[in-house]
């Protein structure tokens, strides 16, 4: 007993003495890594080491990159068994197996080697892929691991990983999301692939498919048509006797990029870190809607973003429970208008769909070899198969995928793409047909009468060519302050196309008004749908504002921006021509309770992240510095996936080179979101639209308009409203409770800490842009704010009658000020 004693002394001893000194990329037997080392890989950008999450003392072995200043994780090795004090060692054990231990050689976490024979010199090394291995010094092949890290994902996917299953082994790779951004144990929410009928790639909330990217065809996946060749990276599906998985390479190596599982959001997420501006930019999201959650309309129903409702029955399907439909509840699905006998087989077809999200395919079959007709024979023959399609889309298509039972977690992506071929009635086919050729007929008829009409205006629209190319010619000659520009490489619409495109600027097309003047839906010949900004001819915003707009934006390109289509000036018409946003803006969404629960928190903050992304364009990445002069609620448009676009940029200014603010006797914008320096002194910088930003972030979370805010204590504005909130210790009371369920609390508080250090009363203490997206993509500490300028009622009525009678308006509308003298 006491040479046991000895030997665990002396075992203990040597754990103590023989660990590594200064950052290697590897230990031996012999060394551990013990609290304070690191390994570091050869290139520098991966380290392993000891951390704590947060505050928090538990100490967990993980891999992060060294050299980002933002900490960020991306394996942990005990993350369900932290160590609980500063006493982790690392080494390698007798049996040629990776432990970590305490002081006390308590094992809290170990990797077993894959071979059973003894290896005399092993090594742990950490990878320059991020990959920490364990093999043998000795082998001549670098590659044969006895274990590594790749193979046991946390839940980031780094390039060169696997996601998928060693069917040899019956290992599989599957990334699962922390339990929340201070806890790495693993949470519920996972990504993987799914064996059961035709692979497919998912992802799940514990054992529930929660949103499915679908099956491989050969170009991509079926539910996942963003995954297309791109600058970042490659990817690339294999499927085998051996393995089946998905992986992805970068194609630059200058390019950092990871894809994480965040479980807060519930949401898979692919980052790329943007050097300059020291921060990981989101590139990519899953879900991007509702119409991804995993068969959100039931079996057979068509999830189509955008229409309303958004479940629609597939042709020649009705839905099972009209009552049920009636009030939203699709889970029920549709069934066949016509249902099928099996005995009478002679009646049945198929109806193609195209652009269609391919089913769910867990219970299908495949066959490589057989064409699109043999498939279609095959099915036909079994009365249990529901639908046909080609398995592999290169080509023009081969291979035959069928489906049995129920067609479940369908959405429409386009009318045009992959076709899938449904099993129904000839009779409900024909009546399908006859349709159709109704449809034609009509199509054929408003064609001739519309060839007649446009040979009538072919004359009309020739003479107004020179004179639109001259009003061209002026309108770019024209420069009163601005310097001289590069010519605009922008389409000038004749007005006869935009009159028929707004039927005549009808009032049933009419989205709304602001100070330019009336903005209108309109269709142009191609289908193309366009917003059409009009001039009013009282309209306080005049040919310069119209002209500083087309200037402006015509060149910008970003996600965040609305893109400019072209402009008309002709006559004493002056219109801008916009991409239509079918949500319209963010304003008829946050102030309206009921269309509020649209946005939950998830939402929310993806749209506070774009609107941070695009003024951070405007202010550092565009051709110019950009100051917008007028962000708010009403000029943020939402596309059909509620992704956000800054728009109207007739109050905009730009500035060159170095100049980081400007003064104007003109003081422009709307009130409640100015800037008490911009309002009074007519002092304007990147930092006056922080201020319009961090109050707009006020009424994305709480639901209220900054202006019109009513309170009872002291008649405070929602920014003084925030503030008591804050120095009570309770803002997030400040939460619009139409969302309360679904908000983030971590998230949320985060959010209202920086739209109070945006809206701070100095210029100089509020954070740029660029620091703005930093804090909302990380997690590190943020600066306490100082007391925002939430008293410029009080500033104004202080000061003389002059400046009290131009803010006499209740309304949105942008106003212009005159400052005196």
Same mark, same amino acid.
């Given at each position: 007993?006491?040479?046991?004693?000895?030997?665990?002394?002396?075992?203990?001893?040597?754990?103590?003495?023989?660990?590594?000194?200064?950052?290697?990329?590897?230990?031996?037997?012999?060394?551990?890594?013990?609290?304070?080392?690191?390994?570091?890989?050869?290139?520098?950008?991966?380290?392993?080491?000891?951390?704590?999450?947060?505050?928090?003392?538990?100490?967990?072995?993980?891999?992060?990159?060294?050299?980002?200043?933002?900490?960020?994780?991306?394996?942990?090795?005990?993350?369900?068994?932290?160590?609980?004090?500063?006493?982790?060692?690392?080494?390698?054990?007798?049996?040629?197996?990776?432990?970590?231990?305490?002081?006390?050689?308590?094992?809290?976490?170990?990797?077993?080697?894959?071979?059973?024979?003894?290896?005399?010199?092993?090594?742990?090394?950490?990878?320059?892929?991020?990959?920490?291995?364990?093999?043998?010094?000795?082998?001549?092949?670098?590659?044969?691991?006895?274990?590594?890290?790749?193979?046991?994902?946390?839940?980031?996917?780094?390039?060169?990983?696997?996601?998928?299953?060693?069917?040899?082994?019956?290992?599989?790779?599957?990334?699962?999301?922390?339990?929340?951004?201070?806890?790495?144990?693993?949470?519920?929410?996972?990504?993987?692939?799914?064996?059961?009928?035709?692979?497919?790639?998912?992802?799940?909330?514990?054992?529930?498919?929660?949103?499915?990217?679908?099956?491989?065809?050969?170009?991509?996946?079926?539910?996942?048509?963003?995954?297309?060749?791109?600058?970042?990276?490659?990817?690339?599906?294999?499927?085998?006797?051996?393995?089946?998985?998905?992986?992805?390479?970068?194609?630059?190596?200058?390019?950092?990029?990871?894809?994480?599982?965040?479980?807060?959001?519930?949401?898979?997420?692919?980052?790329?870190?943007?050097?300059?501006?020291?921060?990981?930019?989101?590139?990519?999201?899953?879900?991007?809607?509702?119409?991804?959650?995993?068969?959100?309309?039931?079996?057979?129903?068509?999830?189509?973003?955008?229409?309303?409702?958004?479940?629609?029955?597939?042709?020649?399907?009705?839905?099972?429970?009209q009552g049920n439909w009636d009030t939203m509840d699709w889970t029920t699905g549709c069934l066949l208008t016509e249902q099928l006998s099996c005995e009478d087989r002679s009646k049945h077809g198929f109806l193609k769909f195209s652009g269609l999200k391919y089913p769910d395919?867990?219970?299908?079959?495949?066959?490589?070899?057989?064409?699109?007709?043999?498939?279609?024979?095959?099915?036909?023959?079994?009365?249990?198969?529901?639908?046909?399609?080609?398995?592999?889309?290169?080509?023009?298509?081969?291979?035959?995928?069928?489906?049995?039972?129920?067609?479940?977690?369908?959405?429409?992506?386009?009318?045009?793409?992959?076709?899938?071929?449904?099993?129904?009635?000839?009779?409900?086919?024909?009546?399908?047909?006859?349709?159709?050729?109704?449809?034609?007929?009509?199509?054929?008829?408003?064609?001739?009468?519309?060839?007649?009409?446009?040979?009538?205006?072919?004359?009309?629209?020739?003479?107004?060519?020179?004179?639109?190319?001259?009003?061209?010619?002026?309108?770019?000659?024209?420069?009163?302050?601005?310097?001289?520009?590069?010519?605009?490489?922008?389409?000038?619409?004749?007005?006869?196309?935009?009159?028929?495109?707004?039927?005549?600027?009808?009032?049933?097309?009419?989205?709304?008004?602001?100070?330019?003047?009336?903005?209108?839906?309109?269709?142009?010949?191609?289908?193309?749908?366009?917003?059409?900004?009009?001039?009013?001819?009282?309209?306080?915003?005049?040919?310069?504002?119209?002209?500083?707009?087309?200037?402006?934006?015509?060149?910008?390109?970003?996600?965040?921006?609305?893109?400019?289509?072209?402009?008309?000036?002709?006559?004493?018409?002056?219109?801008?021509?916009?991409?239509?946003?079918?949500?319209?803006?963010?304003?008829?969404?946050?102030?309206?309770?009921?269309?509020?629960?649209?946005?939950?928190?998830?939402?929310?903050?993806?749209?506070?992240?774009?609107?941070?992304?695009?003024?951070?364009?405007?202010?550092?990445?565009?051709? @110019?510095?950009? *100051?917008?002069?007028?962000?708010?609620? #009403?000029? =943020? %448009?939402?596309?059909?996936?509620?992704?956000?676009? $800054? &728009?109207?940029?007739?109050?905009?200014?730009?500035?060159?080179?170095?100049?980081?603010?400007?003064?104007?006797?003109?003081?422009?914008?709307?009130?409640?979101?100015?800037?008490?320096?911009?309002?009074?002194?007519?002092?304007?910088?990147?930092?006056?639209?922080?201020?319009?930003?961090?109050?707009?972030?006020?009424?994305?979370?709480?639901?209220?308009?900054?202006?019109?805010?009513?309170?009872?204590?002291?008649?405070?504005?929602?920014?003084?409203?925030?503030?008591?909130?804050?120095?009570?210790?309770?803002? @997030?009371?400040? *939460?619009?409770?139409?969302?309360?369920? #679904?908000? =983030? %609390?971590?998230?949320?508080?985060?959010?209202?800490? $920086? &739209?109070?250090?945006?809206?701070?009363?100095?210029?100089?203490?509020?954070?740029?842009?660029?620091?703005?997206?930093?804090?909302?993509?990380?997690?590190?500490?943020?600066?306490?704010?100082?007391?925002?300028?939430?008293?410029?009622?009080?500033?104004?009525?202080?000061?003389?009658?002059?400046?009290?009678?131009?803010?006499?308006?209740?309304?949105?509308?942008?106003?212009?000020?005159?400052?005196?003298?």
């Amino acid at each position: 007993m006491k040479n046991l004693c000895l030997v665990f002394v002396f075992t203990k001893t040597l754990l103590f003495f023989f660990h590594i000194s200064s950052a290697a990329d590897s230990i031996s037997r012999f060394q551990s890594l013990s609290e304070g080392k690191t390994l570091v890989s050869e290139d520098g950008y991966f380290e392993l080491g000891f951390f704590s999450p947060a505050s928090f003392a538990n100490r967990y072995l993980g891999i992060w990159y060294k050299h980002i200043p933002v900490k960020t994780v991306v394996w942990v090795a005990n993350g369900a068994n932290p160590v609980k004090d500063n006493s982790s060692i690392l080494h390698i054990n007798s049996e040629g197996n990776l432990v970590l231990v305490n002081h006390d050689l308590i094992v809290f976490w170990s990797a077993e080697s894959r071979k059973k024979v003894l290896v005399l010199n092993p090594i742990v090394q950490l990878l320059n892929s991020g990959n920490l291995v364990l093999r043998d010094e000795r082998d001549e092949d670098p590659e044969n691991y006895m274990w590594q890290s790749f193979d046991y994902p946390s839940d980031t996917l780094l390039p060169g990983m696997k996601l998928g299953w060693d069917l040899k082994t019956g290992l599989e790779w599957r990334v699962s999301s922390w339990k929340n951004w201070d806890d790495p144990s693993p949470g519920d929410f996972s990504w993987g692939i799914s064996l059961e009928g035709f692979p497919q790639i998912i992802m799940w909330k514990g054992s529930k498919e929660y949103y499915r990217g679908g099956s491989w065809n050969g170009l991509g996946f079926t539910g996942a048509p963003e995954l297309k060749n791109n600058p970042v990276f490659e990817f690339k599906f294999v499927s085998n006797k051996d393995e089946v998985y998905y992986t992805y390479n970068l194609r630059n190596k200058s390019i950092i990029s990871r894809i994480v599982m965040n479980q807060t959001i519930s949401t898979r997420q692919r980052y790329i870190w943007i050097e300059e501006a020291q921060s990981w930019r989101l590139y990519a999201s899953v879900p991007r809607d509702n119409c991804d959650s995993y068969n959100l309309c039931g079996p057979y129903g068509n999830c189509i973003v955008g229409d309303s409702p958004v479940c629609q029955c597939l042709e020649g399907f009705k839905p099972r429970s009209q009552g049920n439909w009636d009030t939203m509840d699709w889970t029920t699905g549709c069934l066949l208008t016509e249902q099928l006998s099996c005995e009478d087989r002679s009646k049945h077809g198929f109806l193609k769909f195209s652009g269609l999200k391919y089913p769910d395919t867990s219970h299908s079959w495949v066959n490589e070899s057989m064409n699109l007709n043999e498939c279609r024979v095959r099915c036909l023959e079994n009365c249990s198969c529901k639908a046909y399609a080609n398995s592999d889309m290169r080509g023009g298509g081969s291979g035959c995928l069928m489906w049995f039972g129920d067609l479940k977690d369908i959405r429409q992506f386009s009318r045009s793409g992959p076709d899938l071929y449904i099993r129904m009635k000839i009779s409900e086919l024909a009546l399908k047909e006859k349709h159709k050729n109704k449809v034609v007929a009509i199509i054929i008829m408003i064609s001739s009468v519309l060839m007649v009409i446009l040979a009538l205006l072919y004359v009309v629209k020739r003479m107004k060519k020179l004179r639109a190319n001259e009003t061209e010619r002026n309108l770019m000659a024209e420069n009163n302050d601005e310097g001289d520009r590069e010519d605009l490489e922008l389409p000038f619409f004749d007005l006869a196309t935009i009159i028929k495109a707004t039927n005549g600027f009808s009032i049933n097309n009419k989205l709304g008004e602001g100070g330019f003047g009336a903005v209108y839906m309109g269709t142009l010949p191609d289908g193309q749908e366009i917003a059409v900004k009009r001039l009013s001819q009282c309209s306080g915003q005049g040919f310069n504002e119209f002209k500083n707009e087309v200037i402006l934006i015509a060149k910008l390109q970003h996600r965040n921006l609305v893109k400019l289509l072209g402009c008309c000036n002709e006559g004493e018409e002056k219109m801008l021509i916009y991409e239509y946003m079918p949500n319209k803006s963010l304003d008829s969404f946050i102030f309206d309770h009921a269309k509020g629960k649209v946005l939950d928190w998830s939402k929310r903050f993806n749209i506070i992240c774009g609107i941070a992304r695009g003024l951070l364009y405007l202010h550092q990445d565009s051709r @110019l510095r950009i *100051i917008h002069r007028d962000l708010k609620a #009403s000029n =943020v %448009l939402l596309d059909n996936e509620l992704n956000p676009k $800054i &728009s109207d940029f007739g109050m905009a200014r730009t500035f060159g080179g170095d100049q980081t603010e400007g003064n104007t006797r003109r003081v422009v914008g709307t009130y409640g979101y100015m800037a008490p320096e911009y309002a009074i002194h007519g002092l304007f910088s990147v930092k006056s639209d922080v201020f319009s930003f961090g109050v707009l972030l006020l009424e994305i979370i709480s639901g209220k308009k900054n202006r019109g805010f009513s309170n009872s204590n002291n008649n405070i504005d929602l920014i003084g409203h925030a503030w008591r909130f804050w120095t009570e210790r309770r803002p @997030l009371d400040l *939460i619009d409770s139409c969302m309360e369920n #679904s908000s =983030v %609390l971590s998230e949320a508080l985060r959010c209202i800490h $920086i &739209s109070l250090l945006c809206v701070q009363q100095h210029p100089e203490d509020r954070p740029s842009m660029s620091t703005v997206v930093v804090m909302l993509s990380s997690e590190g500490a943020l600066p306490q704010p100082k007391e925002p300028a939430f008293l410029m009622e009080k500033y104004f009525l202080e000061g003389d009658s002059s400046k009290k009678q131009k803010f006499s308006s209740t309304n949105e509308i942008s106003l212009t000020m005159l400052e005196p003298r």
